[in-house]
Each structure stands twice: as structure tokens, then as C-alpha cells.
């Protein structure tokens, strides 16, 4: 599926320079709801909203809410407004309540790009000030689904899966609060102002798996109406991992018989379908919101950028009422299983590779990277290991669909950064190598480990020992770990050791082939050292 491309079409990625951006933006009014630019396709209207989604984020702007508004527009309905929830920061709000929710998309493609605005969001909610708000959006019966773009340390896990409790621990005490009260249903006190988001005594929620968890409680207080929580993040069974996740936390918090009636109306009553999703989002710069603000005479806060691609595969398990998201280009299935691995493994997998071996080598971005001939045929080494453990969902052809991928990856106008990719490597690794390793291990139990894998986790360890000894924060949740890790180690081919060996990093790789497994991760290190090392000196003048 590919975003609509009947809008006008701008023919590079540069803002013009006829006219100072300060000087073109004076008087001209913020993009509005109310105040749309004329061209098509005009943004949905929505009446009501009937999903809330937490994360909202630059990706669910311009994936699940593009596919809801097509779908939308399809069928006319218009009982699929979304009220999205912020979690770090107000920054979506604000840039989004000005506006009445509408935003623009701007598509970059090889052939230039292309602006629509996209009415789906109703409004934004941050939780730090609205939690109130945002537990009666999830207990009104009118509301459906939940959906979630977190990131993978959004779920609060612990390094073997399980809930990190303290993590969520000011929720789940707020929880026990909010169950015991005897006050309003919507938010669990009495006097809530659900317009303003305001309640007296509520606390505000700290985090997505407890927010989630508290408004999953007020909707059975509030009557209980059935409920689909699809999470749209990059885990391995996503919605399994976010059912556990639910469970744990309402054990942590109503042990026993306290928690009883809430764990029974969950099972009864909620869904948590598994989804994948799919489209390149990177990160809007001045230029591209100076360039869309000259074609729509309005300047947009919200302006969020993608490739033209887009996929999102979702389990058919809804509880209830749902979008017909298949009049916009999703496809529902039975099994989700086979897409989300092939996409892990394949996209994701050598989108880190290329992010930790990129910047190595000294790349900003990923099109540069996939473009560096070395980087491309370990990238390809990678996927072909990665495909040697997959089975190809009905009608794919996963060796094209590789190809496709780098393909993708080199177009210069997504702009992905390598630096924003290789973040938060210790949550993305178990999923994007880690599978293939230990399901190639099992498989060939007298082979050498697999070279694909082995040079990305080379490139991953390489990275972080690069960051550390530069002092650079390494952005990651277990990022003091990883330094103290390096710091602790007395040369480098013991660092690599001991992150390989990480806890966690590794799930499913049988404890008598890690030693193999690391031994030629350090061999495949000093053998890209090298590589780099001569790279470099033939480059220098």
C-alpha cells in the first residue's frame, strides 16, 4: 500500500530561498481543522473518538492515523476519531490542539514529494496534566480499541521479559487507590472534570503499561464494554507480550482475591491482538516544514515525513467494533507470526546492522550506509541468514522482499540517521538477531555460528565501546550497564565479550555455543577493524 499521490507534487526537498523563512511566515495563520488547505483529499471529521492511542508519536501520525482516515473516507464513518496520548513530553499537543488535530504527511520519495492533511486525531492528551481525561476516553463506551506505538522500552521490561514492577510501581500503588475508591468510575475519584482533565487526588500516570492498566480497570467500573488493545510496536508476538505484561501488573498490584473481578472481565471482555507495521519515519527538518508551509499557506507544527511505503498486518481477534482498516490498506489475517518475523528479522535487523557498522564507519545516515558496497553485502549476509529461518506468509517472495528493503533504505529524502536507528539496542536485539542466531543454532547444530549475525553483533559491540570511550551517553535503557561494562574491561576484545554475554541480549542461545558464539564475534571484530583500518588509509590523500 502507498500513500495517495493525488496532491500536488513538489519536486525536491528544499525549502525556497527566493524569500527569508522568517520574512515568508510573517502573517500567514497556523494550519486549523477549520481552515484546511483546498486540495484533495479533504481530512476526515471526525464525530467521536473511538480510539485512543498511546504514543503518539511522529510514526503512528504517519501509519496507523493515515490508514484510519483512508479508511475512514472509504466507508464514511466518522465514529473513528482518535485521541492520541503523548508520553514524554507535551510537545505533540501543542503542536497539535492548535491546529483541531489535523497535520500534514509529507511523502518523500525518489520522485519528489507530496503533502496531504490528515484529520483522524480529534485532539492530544498528556498524561503528566490530563490523566483524568485520558482514563475516561479509555472507560467511555463509545471507545473500541486501544492502540499503541511505545517503543520497546516502553513496555517496562525486565532483561527476561517479565514486567520490571518498579518501573510501573507509582501506577500500580495509584491502582490499588483508584480500585478501592468508591468515586466516579471514569476517573476513580469523585469530581472529575473529564472536558478539562482536571480531578482532584488523581495522580498523573507515569508510564504506558501502568496508564494503560489503570484505564483498563476504570472501563470495568464504568460497566465493562468489550475492548481491543492492539499494540503496533516492533516485538516478537507484540500482543501476547503486552497480555502478559497487563497480567503481571494487575498481579502486582490486586494479589489474590483483590485483583480477581478485574482479571476476570480482561479475560472475558479484552483482546490484544498482534500486529506488524511498517513504513520509514524519519524526522522532519526546518527545510521540509518551511517547504510545506510555502504550498499550504499555513505553517504546521505537526508536519510529520515518510517513504511512500506502507504496511500494517493485524490478527483478526477484535473484541468489539473496529475500523474497517482493510478499506485503507491493512490486511487482517489469522496469523500475523510469519509477516512479523520476516519483517524483525529482514527490515529491522539490518536497519540496526547498518546503523552500528554505519556510524563505525563514519556514515550520518542510513542511505549512506546501505550505499557503502562493504555495509551492503553485510546487510545482505544478515538477511540471508535471516531468511534461512523464515516461512513466507501466503504470496510473498522473501528474497525480493530483502532486496526491496535496501532498496528503501537508500533513498537519501527519509533521512534516518544512524545514530537515531542504533538507539536502545539491548531492547531491539533479542528480537532483530537474536531469533535468527539461536533458530540457525538449533537448526545446524554442527555449523559454525552464522557470519551475518556474528558481524552485526561485532558492529552493536564496536558501537557501544566506540561510545563509552568517548564519553558519549549511550542511549540505551541499560546504557550505564553498557558503560560500566567497557570501563570495566581491560581491552577491548574483553568489552566485546562481556556485552555479548549480556543477560538478556541473547534469549534462546544455548549457554554451551555462547563461548563459540562470542569467540567469533571478537574474531569478526579485529577483522572489520582491520577492513576500516585499511578503507581508511587508501582514502587518505
Known sequence: MTAPTDVPSLPGTT??????????????????????????????????VGIVHLGIGAFHRAHQAVVTEDAARATGETSWGILGVTQRSASVRDQLRPQGGVYTVLTVGPDGASPRVVGSVTDVAWPAEETPRVLAALAAPTTHVVTLTVTEKGYARRADGHLDVDAVAADLDVLRREEASTGSPEAGVPGAD??????????????????????????????????????????????????????????????????????????????????????????????QRDEVETLLGARDEGLVVAEPFVQWVIEDRFAGPRPAWERGGATLTSDVAPYERA???????????????????????????????????????????????LEAPDGVDLAAYAQTLLDRFANPATGHTTRQVAMD????????????????????????????????????????????????????????ELRAVVEDAPDAPAAFRALVLLPG?????PEGRLTEVVDAVVAASATAHRATTTRNEEAAP
Open 15 to 48: 525549502a525556497p530561498a527566493a524569500v527569508p523563512a522568517e520574512a515568508a511566515r510573517a502573517g500567514r495563520p497556523r494550519l486549523h481543522r477549520d481552515a484546511h488547505p483546498a486540495f484533495p483529499p479533504a481530512p476526515v471529521r471526525p464525530t467521536q
Open 194 to 287: 473529564v472536558a478539562s482533565g482536571e480531578a482532584a487526588g488523581v495522580a498523573p500516570a507515569t508510564s504506558a503499561v501502568g496508564l494503560l492498566v489503570r484505564g483498563l480497570a476504570a472501563r470495568r467500573r464504568a460497566g465493562g464494554a468489550p475492548l481491543t488493545v492492539l499494540s503496533c510496536d516492533n516485538l516478537a508476538d507484540n500482543g501476547h507480550v503486552l497480555a502478559r505484561l497487563v497480567g503481571e501488573a494487575v498481579d502486582a498490584a490486586l494479589p489474590g482475591a483483590e485483583g480477581d473481578a478485574l482479571r476476570a472481565w480482561l479475560a472475558a471482555s479484552v483482546t490484544f491482538p498482534c500486529s506488524m507495521v511498517d513504513r520509514i519515519v524519519p524526522a522532519t527538518t526546518p527545510a
Open 505 to 509: 541480549l541473547l534469549p534462546g542461545v
Open 425 to 480: 539496542g539491548t531492547q531491539k536485539i533479542p528480537f532483530r538477531w537474536g531469533g535468527t542466531l539461536a533458530d540457525l543454532l538449533a537448526a545446524r547444530p554442527g555449523a559454525p555460528a552464522p557470519q551475518g549475525v556474528v558481524a552485526a553483533l561485532a558492529a552493536w559491540a564496536g558501537y557501544v565501546v566506540a561510545e563509552a570511550r568517548s564519553g558519549r551517553t549511550v542511549d540505551d535503557p541499560r546504557g550505564d
Open 343 to 389: 519483517k524483525l528479522r529482514l527490515l529491522n535487523g539490518a536497519h540496526s546492522y547498518l546503523a552500528y557498522a554505519g556510524s563505525l564507519a563514519g556514515h550520518a545516515t542510513i542511505a549512506e550506509a546501505v550505499a557503502d558496497p562493504a555495509l551492503a553485502a553485510g546487510a545482505r549476509a544478515l538477511q540471508a541468514d535471516a531468511l534461512a529461518t
